[in-house]
C-alpha cells in the first residue's frame, strides 16, 4: 500500500521560504506526477505545481516565481520550497501522487498545517 | 474565484438522488478528463471519479460522473448520512498548463 508523509516546519515567518518533504513509502517514485496542494483553513484546494519522477516541472501560474518542486529517487522523496512566503500562504499543505493522468490523484498524504507568523 | 465552477453547497435528504455540476471551458472540461474527489471533515480528499466517469475500487456505485461539453456533473443517488463532505472536481487546463480544481461544494444530509 502506497503511503505519502508530509514533513518540515509547522511555523515560518513572514518573507522566509516554506519547505517541505514528501515521503513516499509502499512504492516506487519512478513512472508518476507529484503534486503539492494546499487548503486554506475553510477554503478549497489550489494546486502548487507538480513534477514527473525523471525531474520536469508544471507550476500554478499564480505561484511559479516563488515555487521550487524538486525530486530525490534515492530518497523515494520530493520537495517543495515556497519563497517570500506571507500570512495568505497560511494553509494545509498535502502531496500527492498523479496516476495515469496528472490530475488523478490517487493517494495522498493527511496534509500538514503551515502557519505564516512571525 | 475559482477556474471550475460548482456550486457552494447542496443538500438532499436520505435516499434521495442529488447532482453537484462543474462548469468549465474548452481549455479544461471541454478538452481533458474530470476527476472528483470526496474530502471528509478533517480529512485529505479521496479520489472517487476518475476519467470522467470511472469509479476507484471500493467506491460505491451510488456515485457516478459524466461529461459533456464543458460541464461534468457528479450524480449520487441513495444518498446516506455518511456522504456529507466536500466534494471538488478538478481538471488539466491546457492554456493555464496547469491542474485547476472547482471551489468545492458543501453536501448536507438532512
Known amino acids: 500500500q502506497v503511503q505519502l508523509q508530509e514533513s518540515g516546519p509547522g511555523l515560518v515567518k513572514p518573507s522566509e521560504t516554506l519547505s517541505l518533504t514528501c515521503t513516499v513509502s509502499g512504492g516506487s517514485i519512478s513512472n508518476y506526477y507529484w503534486s503539492w496542494i494546499r487548503q486554506p483553513p475553510g477554503k478549497g484546494l489550489e494546486w502548487i505545481g507538480n513534477?514527473?519522477?525523471?525531474?520536469?516541472?508544471n507550476y500554478n501560474p499564480s505561484l511559479k516565481n516563488r515555487v521550487t518542486i524538486s525530486v530525490d529517487t534515492s530518497k523515494n522523496q520530493f520537495s517543495l520550497k515556497l519563497s517570500s512566503v506571507t500570512a495568505a500562504d497560511t494553509a494545509v499543505y498535502y502531496c500527492?501522487?498523479?496516476?495515469?493522468?496528472?490530475?488523478?490523484?490517487?493517494?495522498w498524504g493527511q496534509g500538514t498545517l503551515v502557519t505564516v507568523s512571525s | 474565484q475559482s477556474v471550475l465552477t460548482q456550486p457552494p453547497s447542496a443538500s438532499g435528504t436520505p435516499g434521495q438522488r442529488v447532482t453537484i455540476s462543474c462548469s468549465g471551458s474548452?481549455?479544461?472540461?471541454?478538452?481533458?478528463?474530470v476527476y472528483w474527489y470526496q474530502q471528509l471533515p478533517g480529512t485529505a480528499p479521496k479520489l472517487l471519479i476518475y476519467r470522467n466517469n470511472q469509479r476507484p475500487s471500493g467506491v460505491p456505485d451510488r456515485f457516478s460522473g459524466s461529461k459533456s461539453g464543458t460541464s461534468a456533473p457528479l450524480a449520487i443517488s441513495g444518498l446516506r448520512s455518511e456522504d456529507e463532505a466536500d466534494y471538488y472536481c478538478a481538471a488539466w487546463d491546457d492554456s493555464l498548463r496547469g491542474v485547476v480544481f472547482g471551489g468545492g461544494t458543501k453536501l448536507t444530509v438532512l
Open positions: 474548452s481549455s479544461n472540461i471541454g478538452s481533458n478528463n
Open positions: 513534477i514527473y519522477y525523471s525531474g520536469g516541472t
Open positions: 500527492a501522487r498523479g496516476a495515469g493522468g496528472v490530475s488523478n490523484f490517487d493517494y
